[in-house]
């Protein structure tokens, strides 16, 4: 198929086991990178007027996608430029694509003693994903510091979000499915690089002690209830380390479903929905996924 028009790269049937965290999942049939803002709109127009249905993917570290795959385009903006800082009188307004790695940005902003973000850092995926969903950690959210971040809503246009915007909550935002996260203004203060970088490796440390990160995994996999983290209710049920296939509750923190090496998708949603399931008939709670589960039926 030609995509006259388009600058960006177009690749095809592309499996999603190296494009998700978890590592697992079939092949998408288009997996496409813009160049730029125009070179979006070019896509998307090109993608409509062959009745083409896309998604749009960060980082792919809170998505799990079946191993069937899917029968659509994959949108990525990772290689749309960050814009850059501009100095305020206590920090800087920083300007930055929805696109660029969260880590690499709160690097990026020590670098320039910035601080607003360092709590969250070493969450996987994107800003526009982590906006999405208002990552959070360590009692910070992503959108404390927001100023306004532009959203490409479903019908291709371009509207402005106040960082100030009322839908914004635990793991919830004014970003609806469908719809992506282009740019967002950050305001961020000054501070000495070397206590932002000291709050970095507490938060980094703090990780690494709690979290499986010596396997494939696609981070927390359910929201917490009224207050409580999700972990708990697991444990409480007695559900750490239970496995179906290659997919396992990690023992090291019971709200995180590692690959041991061989999972398959659908070991992983049939693991979810058994937690889910034990969880309510020990507990009489319903968890609610906090990961994203594409191209499964029902």
């Known amino acids: 198929m030609e995509w006259k028009g388009i600058k960006g790269t177009v690749l095809e049937n592309v499996s999603m086991k190296r494009y998700t965290s978890m590592r697992v999942g079939g092949p998408v049939r288009y997996l496409i990178y813009p160049v730029d803002e125009t070179d979006l709109k070019n896509v998307l127009r090109y993608l409509a007027h062959r009745d083409i249905p896309y998604r749009f993917l ?3 570290t809170n998505v799990i996608v079946s191993d069937s795959g899917l029968k659509e385009a994959l949108i990525r903006i990772t290689r749309m430029k960050q814009k850059g800082y501009k ?3 206590n920090g800087a307004v920083a300007d930055v694509s929805g696109g660029v790695s969260l880590k690499q940005f709160i690097r990026d902003n020590a670098q320039h003693g910035l601080s607003g973000l360092e709590k969250l850092y ?3 995926g994107t800003v526009g994903g982590a906006l999405k969903m208002n990552a959070g950690s360590f009692g910070a959210s992503v959108s ?3 100023l306004t971040m532009r959203v490409l809503n479903t019908r291709g246009q371009i509207v402005t979000i106040s960082g100030q915007d009322a839908s914004f909550g635990y793991r919830t935002s004014p970003v609806r499915p469908g719809e992506c996260v282009i740019s967002a203004g950050f305001s961020l203060k000054g501070r000495n690089k070397k206590e932002i970088e000291k709050d970095m490796e507490y ?6 002690k709690r979290h499986p990160m010596e396997f494939p995994s696609a981070g927390s996999v359910f929201k917490g209830v009224k207050g409580e983290p999700a972990w708990k209710f697991i444990e409480k049920a007695g559900l750490k380390g239970i496995k179906v296939g290659g997919a396992c509750v990690s023992e090291k923190h019971a709200n995180f479903i590692v690959n041991l090496g061989s999972a398959t998708a659908h070991d992983v949603r049939e693991l979810i929905d058994t937690v889910k399931r034990g969880v309510f008939e020990k507990t009489g709670v319903s968890l609610e996924e906090e990961v994203e589960l594409w191209g499964f039926n029902g």
Do not use: A, M
């Open 122 to 124: 070493w969450i996987p």
């Open 203 to 208: 938060v980094y440390g703090e990780r690494k």
């Open 87 to 89: 100095k305020t009188k």
């Open 144 to 146: 404390d510091p927001l």
């Open 58 to 60: 960060g980082n792919g």
